[in-house]
């Protein structure tokens, strides 16, 4: 006997699988989980809860087995201070909006005033909207739109002449590092980065490490999503080397504003952040590099790139500027044709245009060869009125090579999988013995 929607249920999945077989992934904001740090996620871990903070294991009123649970977070700080130099790392909220906004709630006030990234100069639209539902004054950041970062001089003297309790920059539009270290930061502010786009080529020190500019004493912290060049499972990573600031958001997130750790996603972190140890430098010169040869060759076919010489990108993004009318429509067409890319209104891309990132692309193992057919199949999109069957079998050619490197082999997978899934052995094993009873 099935449910009454079962084959609606299948349909749809049918559906979504051929959309994704053939999809060319050129959004900034996705990226694809390696089968190795899949492992995690349909365990019994998933069920399981564990109370209090990560700095220390709360006895009182915890569950059975969370002592050996508490572990996985001593094993995310250890790998975080591995790749990131932090001396706090938590996993617990369950994306990076959830982080900030967790943080947001733990270290201000109704009433208090931050300086936040805007809309226009790349920041997400997210959070002026959860700063004002939690009674946040914001300032927005001064932006310096011919060099892609913010003006710190005007920065600097916002924070001598305001009472400022904090800065938030939260770009999801981002070509080049902001140098933060400009900031000169009062002893009682706290300067939060989201660097959700860019934490996996942070780890692999491709882009400079923000934590190395500010001193432990310091109120900063780097969090982010770890979805997108960090190619984990979704998260919120919350790092800092103030431990004292740490403490006062801590033992909040949970139980206060959060009760159910995830801790399925946690591990299947930690596995994502081992690939970066061993394969991530790779990986992220790739990102970086195939985000260069693309932006050129949309350059050579008179596409208006906008750059940060001597570079393109120094991230996994390419900003494409076009007029309003033809940005929507050369969208709109790469969705008939299933190209993923990011619509965008914002200053940033003066006035309008399209975000591309290479993160997935490169996940795959493409590089100069693909890029170069990739650029060919948007002049095509963008020159050609009607829908083409020359592009849509080169976009099926691209979307049919889509195996996914820099992870481990079978063998340290296989020891994983089979630890991991005992349990679950176990569990079939009786179901087969009470049938035969």
Not at 54 to 62: A, D, H, K, L, P
Not at 67 to 91: F, H, I, P, R, W
Not at 227 to 246: Q, S
Not at 247 to 268: E, W
Request: glycine content about 4%.
């Amino acid at each position: 006997m099935k449910p009454i929607y079962f084959n609606d249920l299948i349909n749809l999945c049918t559906e979504l699988s051929i959309q994704e077989n053939k999809l060319l992934p050129l959004c900034a904001a996705e990226n694809v989980l390696s089968p190795f740090s899949k492992i995690p996620l349909d365990t019994f871990l998933q069920e399981k809860y564990i109370m209090g903070g990560v700095m220390n294991y709360q006895n009182e009123s915890n569950f059975v087995g969370s002592k050996k649970l508490y572990k996985l977070y001593e094993l995310l700080s250890l790998q975080c201070n591995n790749l990131y130099g932090c001396k706090y790392a938590d996993a617990r909220t369950l994306s990076g909006v959830n982080a900030v906004m967790t943080l947001l709630m733990s270290l201000f006030s109704a009433g208090d005033t931050i300086l936040i990234s805007s809309e226009d100069c790349g920041g997400h639209g997210s959070m002026p909207k959860i700063c004002h539902r939690l009674g946040i004054n914001t300032i927005e950041l001064p932006y310096n739109y011919d060099t892609y970062d913010f003006n710190y001089e005007e920065i600097n003297k916002l924070l001598r002449t305001q009472r400022i309790n904090g800065i938030l920059v939260c770009l999801s539009d981002i070509i080049i590092m902001p140098q933060l270290k400009k900031i000169n930061l009062p002893e009682n502010c706290i300067l939060i980065f989201d660097a959700t786009q860019i934490l996996g080529l942070i780890a692999t020190n491709n882009i400079e490490n923000p934590l190395y500019w500010f001193s432990d004493e310091q109120k900063f912290i780097l969090m982010g999503a770890t979805h997108k060049t960090l190619p984990g499972p979704t998260c919120g990573l919350i790092m800092t080397n103030n431990l004292k600031l740490a403490r006062q958001f801590d033992t909040l997130i949970n139980p206060d504003y959060l009760r159910n750790s995830q801790l399925h996603h946690i591990l299947s972190l930690i596995l994502t952040l081992m690939e970066l140890e061993i394969y991530g430098k790779q990986y992220s010169f790739s990102i970086i590099n195939n985000a260069n040869i693309l932006a050129k060759a949309l350059d050579i076919y008179q596409f208006n790139i906008i750059q940060v010489p001597p570079k393109y990108t120094y991230t996994h993004q390419i900003f494409i500027s076009m007029p309003q009318n033809k940005a929507e429509m050369f969208y709109n067409k790469c969705l008939d044709y299933g190209v993923s890319i990011n619509f965008r209104n914002k200053k940033i891309y003066r006035t309008c245009g399209l975000r591309i990132g290479t993160q997935e692309i490169s996940r795959y193992g493409w590089n100069e060869k693909e890029m170069f057919i990739i650029a060919e199949i948007l002049r095509d999109i963008r020159d050609n009125v009607h829908l083409s069957q020359d592009i849509s079998q080169k976009i099926n050619t691209l979307s049919a090579n889509k195996k996914i490197f820099y992870t481990f082999d079978n063998n340290l997978y296989d020891i994983l999988y089979s630890q991991l899934h005992k349990i679950i052995f176990l569990r079939f094993a009786f179901r087969r013995i009470e049938k035969q009873i």
